[in-house]
């Protein structure tokens, strides 16, 4: 049920009032999605809504002779799954209908039903798993011999390896109506961050004068400018610095729930709390932090190679996001649509041509308008195609956001198309891969077909950047997530003062090189306050071991070595019927050998080199 509520890749969430933006009326029709496939009319989501409010109700009915029978466990589950179907079908229509214009009432007013239908149906289904977790083995043998149930053959077995941290009914009806408020301190982290806090106007050096907020600071904080820079990001931090008491005291609360929720579930620690029912082992994610600590110096040199080419003495945090070979490289829409199915032609002409039926058949709501989200996700429910939220902006971080996100949706698609509804939703682990693959052909297939010096000194630096970002910035979230949640457990608070302390620990740690050339100053460490992927319980080192495995897999696909695309496809056409790690180590990803991750530092020393070598090269002729 997790796809009812799940968004993959929220870049940044932050309302766009107020900025130089278009009505969505002046977009034209073939740039914004069709909900259409979803519901014609907002009657039509109400007629499905009243349809599953009596359908709920129906569930008791079933309680009673769930397992006197196979034949009536059977009955059972096609019932629950119709009733799911729906509900994930309502709720993205709804929070689709939303997220392009948050001024919509209406819009909002759906998303809370939805909402509230999905907490009711929880309820009611939460006699269920502990139904199977209680059947003696035996009789689950018995059960999974008939025929009809084959298909959730795996779906069952997986509640039975939950077994252990499966509640008596009345423990589980009583968590499910706590889902209602277990959002709350997210909710009330965004509210404070993107609506109650007023920033600060700072004046830049061409006289202009910008709020810092948030969509501000990240659009402002890459200025050629480095006193606008260190304006932007001094401005920003000490805002948020003003509120590190609150911020604290919010992401407490989060993080007593997981404690609280690993506890009732008889978990050892909130990781294997979190990580367990997804099948990850937990030496998965503290094998990540150990590999990526022992190869920092990587992460240096690559630190150290921006230093150089952007002429700086010592580099500081302000620098980091600031554009080192600048240039204005535009890719129209258009024109991006066909680099990414050139680029993504290793994958074989069947999924590109399928990627260009989406690109013609309204998948995508492309441009920003007044009252759209920002950011970019890639949402899906089973009776209807995906679709993908982007804010195009012709510009080289749209194509990579444009290719990432349809790999998401190419995942659903071939796993909607290709799984029974039980097995059609991937584990979040998994997910990530899908789409870093994708930009890591595009990042390869532009580096190879453009021949200007410069330009592709560009490409390689951004793709050294993402690597960045995404492997080593996210693997520092992951520990520093790791320390705070072992502090709770050890029944230490959170105060800002131990939140920013342990954090600036960690960015130094992971930024500040042995030289002394980058340094990283002390007011940083309330960066943790910024974060909201904190709130999602373990959800950013997935980002990293995701970046590992698409390497690992886009290299042997690359190198034609034989099966590798076969396999990768496969994977996606899988869903969830076999376990995230067994399905990625199938598709030439082993996690648990530290291969992947080894092959993308590997990788980004090779890419290193490269761009040393082309700034050489361009500073010699110049």
């Known amino acids: 049920m997790n796809k009812i509520f799940l968004t993959f890749t929220i870049l940044l969430l932050f309302l766009t009032f107020g900025l130089s933006l278009t009505e969505r009326s002046k977009i034209p029709t073939k740039y914004k999605w069709d909900l259409s496939p979803l519901y014609k009319t907002i009657p039509d989501w109400e007629n499905d809504y009243m349809a599953v409010e009596k359908e709920i109700k129906q569930i008791k009915n079933y309680k009673k002779d769930l397992l006197k029978s196979p034949e009536n466990l059977y009955k059972f589950l096609t019932f629950k799954d119709k009733i799911e179907r729906k ?69 069952l077995t ?111 620690s909130c990781l294997e709390a979190s990580l367990f029912p997804n099948n990850i082992d937990t030496e998965v ?135 029974p509804y039980i097995n059609s939703e991937y584990s979040i682990f998994v997910a990530e891969v899908a789409s870093t693959l994708n930009e890591t052909l595009l990042e390869r297939y532009m580096v190879k077909n453009i021949k200007n010096d410069r330009e592709k000194l560009f490409l390689i630096l951004n793709y050294l950047e993402m690597l960045r970002n995404t492997f080593f910035r996210q693997t520092m979230f992951a520990e520093f997530e790791l320390k705070i949640h072992q502090y709770i457990e050890k029944g230490t608070p959170l105060t800002e003062d131990l939140l920013s302390k342990t954090y600036l620990k960690i960015l130094k740690k992971y930024y500040e090189t042995p030289d002394g050339s980058v340094k990283i100053d002390n007011l940083y460490g309330i960066e943790w306050s910024y974060i909201p992927h904190f709130y999602m319980n373990f959800y950013v080192y997935q980002y990293a071991t995701s970046i590992s495995a698409a390497t690992v897999i886009a290299e042997k696909i690359l190198s034609g070595e034989k099966g590798a695309r076969e396999r990768y496809l496969n994977m996606l056409k899988s869903g969830c019927s076999k376990p995230p790690l067994e399905l990625l180590k199938s598709a030439g990803a082993d996690l648990k050998s530290g291969e992947p991750e080894l092959k993308l530092i590997e990788v980004m020393k090779e890419n290193i080199e490269a761009a040393h070598k082309l700034w050489l090269k361009i500073k010699n002729k110049e």
């Open 87 to 155: 509900l994930s079908k309502l709720y993205l229509y709804a929070h689709l209908s939303q997220d392009v214009d948050l001024r919509n009432s209406k819009s909002s007013e759906l998303v809370g039903k939805a909402g509230f239908l999905y907490s009711s149906y929880s309820k009611e289904v939460s006699f269920f798993e502990p139904e199977i977790a209680r059947m003696t083995e035996k009789n689950f043998k018995n059960f999974l011999n008939f025929k009809p149930l084959k298909t959730y053959r795996e779906y």
């Open 158 to 268: 997986n509640i039975r390896r939950l077994k252990k941290h499966i509640l008596s009914e009345k423990s589980e009806h009583m968590l499910a109506s706590f889902s209602l408020i277990s959002d709350d301190p997210e909710t009330i982290y965004s509210k404070l961050s993107y609506a109650d806090i007023k920033f600060p106007t700072i004046k830049l050096s061409d006289g202009s004068k910008v709020v810092i907020n948030q969509p501000n600071y990240v659009k402002y904080r890459s200025a050629k400018n480095r006193n606008d820079r260190k304006k932007v990001f001094e401005a920003f931090f000490k805002k948020l610095k003003q509120f590190g008491h609150t911020n604290a005291s919010i992401l407490n609360e989060e993080v007593k729930l997981h404690y609280i929720k690993s506890k009732v579930r008889n978990y050892n």
């Open 285 to 419: 994610y503290e094998n990540l932090i150990k590999v990526v600590n022992k190869n920092l110096n990587v992460l240096h040199e690559y630190l150290k190679l921006k230093k150089e080419i952007m002429g700086l003495k010592v580099m500081r945090y302000y620098d980091f996001y600031a554009d080192v070979v600048p240039g204005n490289y535009t890719f129209p829409i258009e024109e991006g649509k066909k680099i990414i199915l050139k680029a993504l032609s290793p994958l074989g002409k069947k999924y590109t041509t399928e990627l260009k039926k989406a690109f013609e058949s309204r998948w995508m709501d492309a441009y920003p308008n007044i009252g759209k989200a920002g950011g970019a996700y890639s949402d899906a429910c089973y009776d209807a195609h995906p679709y993908v939220f982007i804010n195009y902006n012709n510009d080289y971080e749209s194509l990579t956001t444009m290719a990432h996100e349809f790999g998401h949706a190419m995942h659903s698609y071939l796993s909607n198309t290709n799984q």
